[in-house]
C-alpha cells in the first residue's frame, strides 16, 4: 500500500506509514471516500502561514493601538498609574496579541481572520475545533519556536505534516480550506 502523503511504499497490514507516520487508508476506503467528497487533509504550507501571520500582526498592531488611544487617557486620569502611556500601549499591545490566537483559533472558524484571509485553518490531529486551552498552550509554545532563531516556525516548510514546533508541542495541524471539509 502506498502512502498518500509521502507515496513510499508499505506492507499491505501496515496502519500507518513506516517514513511519515501518517495514517495508512486501505485503497477501497479511499476510493469510496473520494467517492463521496472526502479527501484526505491538505496540509497549509509555509507561505500561506507565513502571509498569514503578516496580515495578523498588522492587525493586532492597528486593533492595539486603537484599543491604547482609546483607554489611554482613561488611564492617565487615574491616580495610580505606575508606568507611562507607552509602557501602558505596550502591555496592552501584549496582552491583546497574547489572547488574539487562542480566542480566534478555539471558535468555530478555527482561524484568525489572516487564516481565514489565506484559506486555512487549524485543527487537532484529527483537523476537529481544539478548545481555547489548547489554542493558549499552541500559542505560549511559540516561544519556543521564536526563541531558537524562528527554525521553530522554518520547520513547517520541512516536516511532513508541515508542523511548526508550537504545532508539534500542542499536537496541530494547520489545514487548507474551511473547516468540516475534510
Given at each position: ?100 490566537y ?37 500559542n ?11 527554525i ?31
Open positions: 500500500m502506498f502512502c498518500s502523503q509521502c507515496g513510499k511504499e508499505n506492507p499491505e497490514d501496515a496502519q500507518y506509514c513506516n517514513e511519515c507516520r501518517a495514517a495508512l487508508v486501505p485503497p477501497a476506503i479511499s476510493a469510496l471516500r473520494d467517492a463521496m467528497g472526502y479527501g484526505m487533509p491538505e496540509y497549509a504550507g509555509f507561505w500561506l502561514r507565513f502571509f498569514a501571520m503578516i496580515t495578523d500582526a498588522v492587525i493586532i498592531h492597528v486593533g492595539g493601538a486603537i484599543l491604547a488611544a482609546i483607554l489611554s487617557p482613561i488611564y492617565l486620569l487615574s491616580p495610580e498609574n505606575t508606568v507611562g502611556p507607552a509602557v501602558f500601549g505596550i502591555m496592552l499591545l501584549g496582552v491583546v496579541g497574547f489572547l488574539y487562542p480566542l480566534f483559533e478555539s471558535q468555530a472558524w478555527q482561524a484568525t481572520p489572516g487564516k481565514r484571509l489565506m484559506g486555512i485553518y487549524v485543527g487537532g490531529m484529527d483537523s476537529r475545533r481544539v478548545s481555547f486551552w489548547r489554542a493558549f498552550f499552541r505560549l509554545a511559540k516561544m519556543v519556536s521564536s526563541f531558537i532563531f524562528g521553530g516556525y522554518i520547520m513547517a516548510a520541512f516536516t511532513p505534516k508541515k508542523q511548526a514546533l508550537h504545532d508539534i508541542f500542542a499536537e496541530c495541524l494547520v489545514l487548507r480550506g474551511r473547516p468540516g471539509e475534510q
